[in-house]
């Protein structure tokens, strides 16, 4: 097989993978379609295997595809690291992709990140907020560098550390007859209406993990993807909501909501999770550890 493999065939490939069709990689690289398929073709026709499977006009990563991925992403950020060793003294080089839950890119991640850099004096990062589902999605596919999560996710390509924890919370709205209700129990849940985040939110993975199994009656009244929406939603007494007290602490503060103390542990841990086969680099491996010294602070 010919080494003559280029760092530009290697970021077409990458491109690829993250876009699914050659317009939208050419697009997102400034290339033409064709340069960006010459370039595809010359690849894979050193590599001696096709790299992805043509299934309509999209390009989907096949089992080589996959076994390089890993490689190429890791050979992209060392040539990174080498162009910026020399531009200066900086220590850390690089860019950092982050991927944050809801409750901690909202909450917890531009604390985290105003110390980072005042701690490193690495100023590029980027804050990707999503559900958990999608934020460990894009993290398998190497378009983020690291993720912090709320709930535990078992993908066998992830591994995750605990990072830090949060308590959870039940609130309504201050016009609900629950708002009174003195010594409450879950038992006062019954027939409840429920305002929930979307499939794959880590506050709605916590409910029905923990509330959910312990009502035997209760609906869903709404789905919505955003946590002002939801507390929202609750005030104006459509329904119960469960989710960080950290995101609801200004509505409670507010009287906007109000909290319905369970006698249930609710406290919840945040993660942190990285590929198994990224490459670590030095700005990875800081961050990584300055989110465990940050978190036992």
């Known amino acids: 097989m010919a080494s003559n493999i280029s760092l530009k065939q290697l970021r077409v490939f990458i491109a690829i993978t993250q876009h699914?069709?050659?317009?939208?990689?050419?697009?997102?690289?400034f290339l033409s379609k064709a340069a960006v398929s010459m370039s595809l073709a010359e690849l894979e026709k050193q590599i001696g295997h096709s790299l992805f499977d043509r299934v309509n006009n999209r390009?989907?990563?096949n089992q080589e595809g996959q076994k390089l991925l890993p490689l190429a992403d890791e050979l992209i950020?060392?040539?990174?690291?080498?162009?910026?060793?020399?531009?200066?003294?900086?220590?850390l080089v690089g860019a950092l992709r982050i991927g944050a839950s809801d409750t901690i890119g909202n909450q917890v991640a531009p604390y985290l990140l105003s110390d980072f850099r005042n701690h490193t004096g690495h100023k590029s990062q980027?804050?990707?907020?999503?559900?958990?589902?999608l934020i460990c999605e894009k993290l398998v596919d190497y378009e983020l560098d690291i993720a912090l999560i709320e709930g535990k996710t078992l993908h066998?390509?992830?591994?995750s550390q605990q990072f830090s924890e949060d308590e959870m919370c039940v609130i309504c709205s201050p016009s609900s007859p629950l708002a009174t209700q003195q010594s409450f129990t879950v038992g006062h849940l019954e027939n409840s209406d429920w305002i929930l985040r979307e499939a794959g939110s880590g506050s709605r993975e916590f409910f029905l993990r923990a509330i959910a199994p312990r009502i035997e009656q209760w609906q869903e009244a709404f789905q919505?993807?955003?946590?002002?929406?939801?507390?929202n939603c609750v005030s104006a007494g459509l329904g119960l909501g469960c989710l960080s007290k950290l995101a609801a602490e200004p509505a409670l503060k507010d009287g906007r909501v109000v909290e319905l103390k369970l006698p249930l542990d609710m406290k919840r841990r945040y993660w942190l999770l990285v590929h198994k086969e990224k490459y670590q680099s030095p700005l990875l491996k800081s961050f990584i550890e300055f989110c465990d010294q940050w978190s036992k602070e």
């Open 77 to 91: 950020e060392r040539a990174e690291n080498i162009e910026q060793l020399f531009e200066g003294d900086q220590t």
């Open 224 to 231: 919505l993807n955003t946590t002002e929406a939801l507390i």
């Open 20 to 29: 699914d069709t050659l317009t939208s990689a050419s697009e997102a690289l």
């Open 59 to 61: 390009l989907i990563l």
């Open 126 to 133: 980027s804050l990707f907020i999503s559900n958990s589902a």
């Open 156 to 159: 066998p390509q992830l591994i």
